[in-house]
């Protein structure tokens, strides 16, 4: 390690901190988890589990246990921060979660450090910066897939990278860190642009797997549910234009060529719809796992609800994006029942 090990705090241990904070602090760094008192007892009891076989940079077969001596899995971020200073924070919660996080930030922003955002979305710097102040926030993205067994025990599912704005002092200090870890990280000039990308990617497919409870092969399988998705993408990237933000492709994700796809000809579309289908595997996508196991909770309005609110600020229409996020809202608080559009992809393209 060339540079002093940094000293990081990572708010939770679920797929994602598990994976970045685990893998810098198997490099050498300092991480600090802090968690709900009963996954801080079960962390302090086991430490973490990291299956990271995968990448073959690794040269390892076998899952990384780093003891929770070598660790810090405190209860409260009071606790935490007396740990302190930090060089960094990594904030990768559900995006339903940043408010209640930032309530508890809040009376101790004083001893935060600069913090990485690597939600979903793109409300969630603005919301931590008027706590932290926009200095003090750094915008992030996760390509990679990390599949969580259980709290504090992850595997590497898919190899892609992480993107960093470089807009921080720390960024490439923190780059550089990131990728002696094997973590893959970019550094990208503009956040807007890495941040509305990631969106791409995680609009297509989600709702509308979620509403009509199909896979994403099913619904690509269909020529009418391809080209409503286009669609949907096609508002999105509207509403970009209109901004004035750009499509970059980010680690290990192509993002240009799906915006080619939203926009492009009729020929494109076997090729996209396959790859689309299959670019999961069997794993279904995050709106449907959240919608069906009955959590009462959805990140679609910071994704498609997000379209909308920033189409209607730009006078863009994005009535497909307005349908999904409605809808699935409804779904979501039980307002419509999950069977009323079970596989029913003529009840829901008929409402555009």
Same mark, same amino acid.
């Given at each position: 390690m060339s540079n002093?090990?940094?000293?990081?705090? $990572?708010?939770?241990?679920?797929?994602i901190g598990t994976y970045i904070g685990g893998s810098l602090a198997l490099d050498g760094h300092e991480v600090i988890f802090v968690e709900r008192p009963n996954i801080a007892e079960t962390l302090n009891a086991h430490g973490l589990r990291l299956d990271l076989s995968l990448d073959s940079r690794r040269?390892?077969?076998?899952?990384?246990?780093?003891?929770? &001596?070598d660790?810090?899995?405190?209860? $409260?971020?009071?606790?935490?921060?007396?740990?302190?200073?930090?060089?960094?924070?990594?904030?990768a919660l559900k995006s339903?979660?940043?408010?209640? &996080?930032?309530?508890?930030?809040?009376?101790?922003?004083?001893?935060?450090?600069?913090?990485?955002c690597l939600q979903n979305g793109v409300d969630n710097e603005p919301a931590i910066a008027e706590i932290l102040g926009p200095e003090n926030v750094i915008a992030g993205t996760v390509t990679s897939a990390i599949g969580r067994r259980d709290a504090g025990d992850i595997v590497l599912e898919k190899l892609r990278g992480i993107g960093i704005a470089n807009e921080h002092p720390i960024a490439e200090r923190l780059a550089k860190a990131m990728n002696a870890a094997f973590l893959n990280a970019k550094l990208y000039e503009r956040a807007a642009d890495m941040k509305w990308s990631k969106m791409l990617t995680n609009l297509v497919g989600n709702a509308t797997s979620a509403i009509l409870d199909m896979s994403p092969a099913e619904l690509f399988a269909s020529n009418d549910i391809y080209a409503f998705e286009m669609k949907m993408l096609h508002e999105t990237l509207d509403?970009?234009?209109?901004? $004035?933000?750009?499509?970059?492709?980010?680690?290990?994700?192509?993002?240009?060529?799906?915006?080619?796809? &939203?926009? !492009?000809?009729?020929?494109?579309?076997?090729?996209?719809a396959k790859k689309l289908g299959g670019g999961r595997g069997g794993k279904m996508p995050s709106f449907h796992?959240?919608?069906?196991?009955?959590? !009462?909770k959805s990140e679609v309005d910071y994704l498609n609800g997000a379209v909308v609110r920033a189409g209607k600020n730009a006078k863009v229409p994005t009535p497909i994006n307005a349908l999904l996020n409605y809808t699935l809202l409804a779904m979501t608080n039980a307002e419509i029942p999950l069977e009323d559009y079970a596989k029913k992809?003529?009840?829901l393209l008929g409402q555009v």
């Open positions: 002093p090990p940094l000293k990081i705090l $990572s708010f939770g241990a679920g797929a040269n390892t077969s076998a899952t990384d246990l780093i003891p929770a &001596a660790l810090v899995f405190a209860d $409260s971020l009071e606790k935490a921060l007396d740990y302190g200073p930090f060089d960094i924070a990594l904030f339903y979660d940043t408010e209640s &996080a930032l309530e508890g930030i809040a009376p101790l922003a004083e001893k935060m450090p600069p913090v990485l509403v970009m234009d209109a901004q $004035s933000i750009g499509v970059v492709n980010l680690p290990g994700t192509p993002v240009k060529a799906l915006a080619l796809a &939203a926009k !492009g000809p009729v020929w494109l579309r076997p090729l996209a796992i959240d919608l069906h196991s009955g959590r !009462g992809v003529d009840k």
